[in-house]
Nanobody, 119 residues
């Protein structure tokens, strides 16, 4: 079992910045991908950014050029630097980890951290 602990959410004015962190701990086999998703009220959860074990990165079109995902392999930590925040970025942000053992893949989610951007 893998535990994910997120931090860094909060309230910020439009144009401001926040940095989210997510630390994975517990029985980790081999982390494949780590990423961030978000869910705004009344909307489906959506991918924000994801980084693979090989360093490949995907961003949602809505955050390209503003958000940067990075990963510390040694510390099993993933970061999301969010700049030029907009009110529409307001959501609960969830950390996601894919852990792999042979052909079996395990998916874990963090508890979520609230990001609120005021106009």
């Amino acid at each position: 079992q893998v535990q994910l602990v997120e931090s860094g959410g909060g309230l910020v004015q439009a144009g401001g910045s926040l940095r989210l962190s997510c630390v994975a701990s517990g029985r980790i086999f081999s982390i494949n991908g780590m990423g961030w998703y978000r869910q705004a009220p009344g909307k489906q959860r959506e991918l924000v950014a994801r980084i693979s074990s090989g360093g490949s990165i995907n961003y949602a079109d809505s955050v390209k050029g503003r958000f940067t995902i990075s990963r510390d392999h040694a510390k099993s930590t993933v970061f999301l630097q969010m700049n030029s925040l907009k009110p529409e970025d307001t959501a609960v942000y969830y950390c996601n980890v894919n852990d792999q053992l042979g052909p079996a893949e395990y998916v874990y989610w963090g508890q979520g951290t609230q990001v609120t951007v005021s106009s």
